[in-house]
C-alpha cells in the first residue's frame, strides 16, 4: 500500500481481555516503531524493530505489552490483561531505515471499559 | 531527562497571516534531528518539516521554516500565509531512530 495501514482504526475491550493491533508499514520500509498517545498528549515511545529484530523496547510500560515483526514486516502490538490506563491512540511508524523520517499510520483507538 | 515543551496549548490565526509556533527541547545528544509534525482530526502524523541538528541553516518547506538556535535549544516553526487546511495540531519532536515528542499546539486558523 501507498502508507502505513493499521486495523482495526477502533477497538473497544473489556478490562482483564487480551488485544492485538496491527501494523502493516509501507513496503521496503526497515524500520518500524509504536508509540502510545495518550488523550491530550504527544506520542510516547514504545518500542522499535529493525526487519524482525526488536532493537529497542524501553517504552513498554509493562510486562503485560508484547510486540513482535515476525518476518520483518507487519509487526503486531499485544497488549494482556488490559487495564483502564491502557486506553489510548496506539500509532505505528515505518521508515526506510532508522535514520529516515517516520512515516505514521491513522492509529488505533483502544478504549478498554 | 529528555522532554519537549510547546508552551502554547493553543494558537490563533487569521487566514494568510504569519505564525508563530514554539518549541524547546533539552538533550545531551550531539546529533539529532528535530521535526514538526501535523496531526488532524483523521490522527495520521503528518511530516512539515525536519532539521538536522548539525546544520546550521534553517531548513524550509514552501510556506513553513524553522528558526533553530542550538545553544539555547530552541525550535519554532513559522507559519507564512495561512490557510483553513493548516489547522491541526502540531508537535515539535526531536530524537534519531526515537522521537521524544511535545505536548503540542492547536493551531486554529480563522477566514
Known amino acids: 500500500g501507498a502508507g502505513v495501514s493499521q486495523s482495526p482504526r477502533y477497538k473497544v475491550a473489556k478490562r482483564g481481555q487480551d488485544v492485538a493491533l496491527r501494523c502493516d508499514p509501507i513496503s521496503g520500509h526497515v524500520s518500524l516503531f509504536w508509540y502510545q498517545q495518550a488523550l491530550g498528549q504527544g506520542p510516547e515511545f514504545l518500542t522499535y524493530f529493525q526487519n524482525e529484530a526488536q532493537l529497542d523496547k524501553s517504552g513498554l510500560p509493562s510486562d503485560r505489552f508484547f510486540a513482535e515483526r515476525p518476518e520483518g514486516s507487519v509487526s503486531t502490538l499485544k497488549i494482556q490483561r488490559t487495564q483502564q490506563e491502557d486506553s489510548a491512540v496506539y500509532l505505528c511508524?515505518?521508515?526506510?531505515?532508522?535514520?529516515?523520517?517516520?512515516?505514521f499510520g491513522d492509529g488505533t483507538r483502544l478504549s478498554i471499559l | 531527562a529528555q522532554t519537549v515543551t510547546q508552551s502554547q496549548p493553543e494558537m490563533s490565526v487569521q487566514e494568510a497571516e504569519t505564525v508563530t509556533l514554539s518549541c524547546t527541547y533539552d538533550?545531551?545528544?550531539?546529533?539529532?534531528?528535530l521535526f514538526w509534525y501535523k496531526q488532524p482530526p483523521s490522527r495520521q502524523m503528518i511530516l512539515v518539516i525536519r532539521?538536522?541538528?548539525?546544520?546550521?541553516q534553517n531548513a524550509t518547506e514552501n510556506r513553513f521554516s524553522v528558526n533553530f538556535q542550538k545553544a539555547a535549544k530552541s525550535f519554532s516553526l513559522k507559519i507564512s500565509d495561512s490557510q483553513l487546511g493548516d489547522a491541526a495540531m502540531y508537535f515539535c519532536a526531536y530524537g534519531t531512530y526515537k522521537y521524544i515528542f511535545g505536548t503540542g499546539t492547536r493551531l486554529k486558523v480563522l477566514a
Open positions: 511508524a515505518s521508515s526506510p531505515d532508522g535514520n529516515q523520517p517516520q512515516h
Open positions: 538533550t545531551s545528544e550531539s546529533d539529532y534531528y
Open positions: 532539521q538536522e541538528a548539525y546544520k546550521q
